[in-house]
């Protein structure tokens, strides 16, 4: 795998708009992010020509994403790319896609959500990207980039040393939306309650496995038989499978079948470890405690996986605040001690 070079202070970060418009529909967001990174971090940030293009716009001719993510990757200044947002069919560029582009400048990518059908493509050019938070959606959080979100983002994309043991975040977590509609709201932090920290199913054991996963919505139906899904059974032997909901199907049925589909292709057999997202703030305690026991009732009952490491409730995806999980990376479980270590470099 292809790894990209670290970011530093006063690196050039292009924002590109892969998926959906929200840039433009909601300016004030998206201004508040790059406010973020260019405080936080130092990076002289800088829009493609849609960036803020509209919907429409984007709808209508998706050729001109992939000419803006092209266009940011072969410039010799942009040393990094982030996405302002998900969406939902960034599953559009494949059809285009020039994977020996992505291949012939690699670069820190960044993005969640509807982004991971573009993640998966880089994954299949062969190169390391990173399900991160997005500039309108974890970048730009109320009262800022949150510390332990920006800590994250330091130590995996900023340095080049092994990553090291996970820590999971124990302080507020938000209990309402960031108020778009106001922008002027985005500087003040939302209301909050204790996070628990991560849940460990019962079972498991001590395994290593490379990271490998995204989104379920954007997993199935859109990727899975696709050419960047992978269909041999040997891919998955030595991979860690993290997986995340938005909240339009975080429900207990839809996880069933999921994970049935994900059984029947022999995943559940083959993976060595299994990472849960903790979940959107739309989604209730009882719905989240619903598809935990949707994924034990598959994962430990019906293909008694009883030694498979299955931690819940991690901090990445679609919550606040979040780690960046590195595509590739080599990451241990421990279910006995209880610790998520990322053993590997993430940049170099």
């Not at 790319?81 to 990518?109: C, N």
């Not at 043991?165 to 309650?193: A, N, S, T």
């Not at 429900?251 to 997202?277: H, K, P, S, V």
């Amino acid at each position: 795998m292809i790894i990209p070079k670290r970011l530093s202070r006063g690196s050039r970060v292009a924002i590109v708009s892969v998926s959906s418009a929200a840039g433009h529909q909601f300016p004030g967001v998206y201004n508040w992010g790059v406010q973020q990174l260019r405080e936080a971090f130092g990076f002289d940030v800088v829009a493609m020509p849609h960036t803020l293009a509209s919907q429409q716009v984007l709808t209508e001719t998706p050729q001109l994403r992939l000419a803006d993510l092209y266009e940011a990757l072969e410039r010799p200044d942009i040393e990094g790319i982030i996405a302002t947002i998900g969406g939902e069919d960034s599953i559009r560029l494949l059809r285009f896609m020039d994977f020996d582009k992505l291949r012939q400048y690699p670069k820190v990518f960044c993005g969640m959500s509807d982004i991971t059908a573009v993640h998966l493509m880089f994954f299949h050019a062969g190169v390391r990207s990173y399900y991160s938070p997005t500039v309108m959606y974890g970048i730009a959080d109320g009262g800022g980039i949150h510390p332990y979100t920006k800590a994250s983002f330091e130590r995996t994309l900023m340095q080049a040393d092994p990553i090291g043991v996970l820590e999971p975040y124990e302080g507020l977590k938000p209990v309402e939306p960031l108020p778009w509609d106001k922008p002027e709201m985005l500087k003040h932090p939302v209301r909050g309650r204790q996070a628990n920290g991560w849940d460990w199913a019962e079972g498991g054991t001590k395994a290593q496995g490379r990271l490998f996963g995204g989104c379920v919505e954007v997993i199935c139906p859109l990727l899975i038989g696709t050419e960047i899904w992978p269909r041999a059974r040997s891919f998955w032997n030595d991979k860690i499978l993290f997986l995340e909901w938005s909240y339009e199907m975080a429900q207990a049925e839809f996880t069933r079948w999921f994970f049935q589909n994900l059984a029947a292709q022999g995943i559940l057999d083959q993976i060595q470890g299994l990472i849960i997202g903790r979940h959107h703030i739309k989604v209730s305690d009882y719905t989240a405690w619903e598809i935990k026991q949707s994924v034990l009732g598959i994962v430990r009952k019906q293909e008694k996986k009883q030694n498979l490491p299955i931690c819940f409730d991690v901090d990445f995806g679609h919550t606040l605040p979040m780690l960046i999980l590195p595509y590739g990376a080599l990451m241990e479980m421990d279910a006995i001690e209880r610790r998520l270590t990322i053993l590997d470099s993430s940049v170099v």
